[in-house]
């Protein structure tokens, strides 16, 4: 079956510029997740969506980071005025939420470079 | 809140050798664990949990791990290694939830262990 798939693949982006950053997750799945992965780092977490909204955005570092998802079921990332430290691969998961665990399953990622 | 501290960023070990990866982690809050997986070039894979039970979780490819409560530790083996175990690995936690048991699971993950296979 699909898996959560992640457009693009790679992104390559001028400092100041503006991204977004598409996430589709497994179908049926209400739990939706963004992490960010910097070099030689393991993966922070970013946002939780159940369902249509975000229930914590904790993780987004600062205003220039937003995320939608407007019918429960896609999910894009945004960046606005793109710095070189937001440099990083940004990973999607998704779950269906269960009685204790939700399993998460990832994407392939994003990887963005800002120059 | 939590934290989790991988030991050992690289792990070089010879083909069919065992191998241990050391993860500790810190939490206020009981947590489940869990081992990931990545490949050159692709996302993260479940290689096993622990949710609650036996300490000792077994999980793909022959790898298993032993949750040390008092030790806050959950240290990932393998008997023996194949090259095709060469990867990076990533021990997380999260938070249990609330007192009907259910988290929605957000992740925190330690900064990886790049394990290298050597013929």
């Known amino acids: 079956g699909a898996g959560v798939s992640q457009t693009p693949s790679n992104k390559v982006t001028e400092k100041g510029k503006y991204v977004e950053l598409r996430c589709d997750p497994i179908s049926g799945h209400t739990a939706l997740y963004w992490y960010r992965q910097s070099l030689g780092q393991g993966p922070e977490f970013l946002i939780y969506?159940?369902?249509?909204?975000?229930?914590?955005d904790s993780g987004l570092p600062n205003d220039r980071f937003f995320a939608v998802r407007p019918e429960g079921s896609v999910s894009t990332l945004k960046i606005q005025r793109t710095e070189r430290g937001d440099s990083a691969v940004y990973l999607c998961?998704?779950?269906?939420?269960?009685?204790?665990?939700?399993?998460?399953?990832f994407g392939p990622g994003t990887r963005l470079t800002v120059l | 809140a939590q934290s989790v501290t991988q030991l050992d960023s690289q792990v070089p070990v010879f083909e069919e050798a065992p191998v241990e990866l050391r993860c500790n982690y810190s939490?206020?809050?009981?947590?489940?664990l869990f081992w990931y997986v990545q490949y050159p070039n692709q996302g993260l894979q479940l290689l096993l949990k622990?949710?609650?039970?036996?300490?000792l979780v077994k999980g793909i490819n022959g790898f298993e791990a032993e949750f040390n409560k008092s030790q806050t530790s959950f240290h990932l083996r393998k008997p023996s290694v194949h090259i095709s175990d060469t990867a990076e690995y990533f021990c997380?936690?999260?938070?249990?939830?609330?007192?009907?048991?259910?988290?929605?699971?957000?992740?925190?993950f330690g900064q990886g262990t790049i394990l290298t296979v050597h013929p």
């Open positions: 997380a936690v999260s938070d249990i939830g609330d007192a009907g048991g259910t988290s929605y699971g957000k992740l925190t």
């Open positions: 939490s206020s809050v009981s947590v489940y």
């Open positions: 622990y949710l609650s039970g036996s300490t």
């Open positions: 998961a998704s779950s269906f939420p269960g009685l204790a665990f939700n399993e998460q399953f």
């Open positions: 969506f159940q369902g249509t909204g975000a229930a914590d």
